[in-house]
């Protein structure tokens, strides 16, 4: 089999005309949805909205939405 470069247009008619079956090629789990609080706690770091999340280790605590760019926490009281 030879390899040829292809343009994108050319890719995506081959691809629509194989009906190939592509079910489970993309393996990659969804986002989780967050849940923001009802009473709407507001980070006392960036100003975004405190969500309640789950640590690996089981126990829930509030974290900052804007996160990775902010890490700011808040233990459940």
């Known amino acids: 089999m030879h390899s040829k470069l292809i343009r994108y247009k050319?890719?995506?008619s081959f691809i629509l005309?194989?009906?190939l079956n592509l079910s489970g090629f993309c393996t990659k789990?969804?986002?989780k949805h967050?849940?923001?609080?009802?009473?709407q706690i507001k980070c006392?770091?960036?100003?975004?909205y405190m969500v309640r999340r789950k640590s690996r280790h089981?126990?829930?605590?509030?974290g900052c939405s804007y996160y990775p760019?902010?890490?700011?926490?808040?233990e459940i009281e």
């Open 44 to 48: 006392t770091s960036c100003g975004w």
């Open 17 to 19: 005309q194989s009906n």
């Open 34 to 39: 967050i849940e923001v609080l009802n009473n």
């Open 10 to 12: 050319q890719l995506i």
């Open 69 to 74: 760019r902010c890490g700011n926490t808040m």
């Open 29 to 31: 789990k969804p986002r």
């Open 58 to 62: 089981g126990k829930h605590f509030y």
